[in-house]
């Protein structure tokens, strides 16, 4: 066995910074206006939803 204290991994970055959320809430919002689909348009606006509490 070794003295040799183990390494915890490092800190992850964050992959989108909270412009890219605004950016995807604004394109969902787009492509909401743009759909008939009610199904669709369900999943849009529980995605939209979700990133709105990261921004």
């Given at each position: 066995m070794s003295d040799t204290p183990t390494k915890e991994?490092?800190?992850?970055?964050?992959l989108l910074s909270t412009a890219d959320f605004k950016l995807l809430r604004r394109a969902l919002e787009s492509h909401a206006?743009?759909?008939?689909?009610?199904?669709?348009?369900?999943?849009i606006n529980a995605l939209h939803h979700r990133l709105g509490t990261y921004s």
């Open positions: 991994p490092g800190r992850a970055r964050a206006r743009a759909t008939d689909d009610r199904d669709e348009l369900a999943k």
